[in-house]
């Protein structure tokens, strides 16, 4: 099964920044569009950015222009970089496929943006 394991988040003031991070246990890893979600309290989780097998990349509204999402295949990792923070990011950061494929959701990564 594979797994999916979040880091990078924390504490920040509005107009900071966080580097997340997600490594996926899978040998196919680098075949595999990747995205990140976040779920805010009492919100439905949002697919905030994707990133296909080739470095395509797409956004949405809400953190297009202050993020930006990437990968590494040697390691099996995808990152979220995100500038600019604003009290609106605050939600637990989740990472898999735009599908859901990977039925393992990880734990997650609390981003929480505050002064």
């Known amino acids: 099964q594979v797994q999916l394991v979040e880091s990078g988040g924390g504490l920040v003031q509005p107009g900071g920044s966080l580097r997340l991070s997600c490594v996926v246990s899978?040998?196919?890893?680098?075949?595999?569009?990747m995205a990140w979600y976040r779920q805010a309290p009492g919100k439905q989780r949002e697919l905030v950015a994707s990133?296909?097998?080739?470095?395509?990349?797409n956004y949405a509204d809400s953190v297009k222009g202050r993020s930006t999402i990437s990968r590494d295949n040697a390691k099996n990792t995808v990152y979220l970089q995100m500038n600019m923070l604003k009290p609106e990011d605050t939600a637990v950061y989740y990472c898999?496929?735009?599908?859901?494929?990977?039925?393992?959701w990880g734990q997650g990564t609390q981003v929480t943006v505050s002064s």
């Open positions: 898999n496929t735009p599908t859901g494929l990977f039925s393992s």
């Open positions: 990133i296909t097998s080739g470095g395509t990349t």
């Open positions: 899978t040998s196919m890893f680098s075949i595999y569009t």
